[in-house]
């Protein structure tokens, strides 16, 4: 394991970077470990932040940490697990439910493509504070059925031969089309306040162990 070795600053602390092995049945498996020491202690009075990673050494490990402060990677396994249903009760035998996992990855792909036209045409702030993402996979699996029924797959051939200049410029096109507020996102209201605790002020509540106690000093008394 190499020293570790400052890489810059991000937007909440210094960020550095070391590289690591480890072994796995007989492999060695190569990752860097990226360390953020922030400038404010987390929640729980954190100073540094410890990622290890697998991407690749041309991935600034800038980016990285950041990525993982602003839970942009615990986002994606968070709509793949709850929006598009990754995990299956029903898929007990492992390559199944890796099979299912890998298929909520694709899908997790597409509806990123049609969030970045979506905020290339209605823009970002607007898209990421109005748009549910439960709302679009949940539009999506309602008249997919539907499309392929009445779409002939003929219609589909062209967009297979578009560059991604062309492509691009398409999906932004039809996405200007998108009614934003058929897919609304639910905020959560204002944290209702606790309860005031009673003080026990007039309570009649009496401990077991005292009234045995009582009892026993009542039997022993002549």
């Known amino acids: 394991m ?14 550095s970077a070391q590289a690591i092995e480890a072994e ?6 190569k990752f860097r470990r990226v360390t953020l020491v922030v400038d404010q202690p987390t929640q729980d009075g954190d100073t540094e932040i410890h990622l290890f990673t697998n991407l690749p050494a041309e991935v600034d ?10 839970w942009t990677i615990e986002g994606v396994f968070q709509a793949v697990t709850q929006t598009l249903r990754c995990e299956i009760d029903t898929l007990g035998y492992p ?5 299912g996992f890998c298929t909520a ?4 792909n597409a509806l990123a493509v049609a969030k970045a036209a979506l905020r290339s045409a209605h823009g970002a702030e607007r898209v990421e504070e109005e748009v549910s993402d439960y709302q679009l996979v949940g ?14 797959p003929a219609d589909w051939l062209p967009f297979q ?3 991604p200049n062309a492509l691009s410029r398409t ?40 009234l045995l106690a009582a009892r026993k000093q009542a039997a022993r008394s002549p």
Do not use: N
């Open 2 to 15: 190499e020293e570790r070795r400052q890489v810059g600053r991000t937007a909440t602390g210094t960020a």
């Open 24 to 29: 796995h049945d007989g492999v060695t498996l």
């Open 61 to 70: 490990a800038c980016l990285a940490a950041d990525w993982y402060r602003r």
């Open 95 to 99: 390559k199944a439910a890796l099979f």
């Open 105 to 108: 990855l694709v899908a997790f």
């Open 139 to 152: 539009e999506v699996a309602a008249v997919y059925e539907g499309m392929d029924i009445v779409v002939p």
């Open 161 to 163: 031969a578009l560059t």
């Open 171 to 210: 999906l932004k096109r039809l996405a200007a089309q998108v009614r934003l507020d058929r897919f609304p996102k639910h905020k959560r209201g204002p944290k209702k306040p606790r309860p005031k605790r009673k003080s026990g002020t007039g309570s009649t509540h009496v401990a077991p162990a005292r």
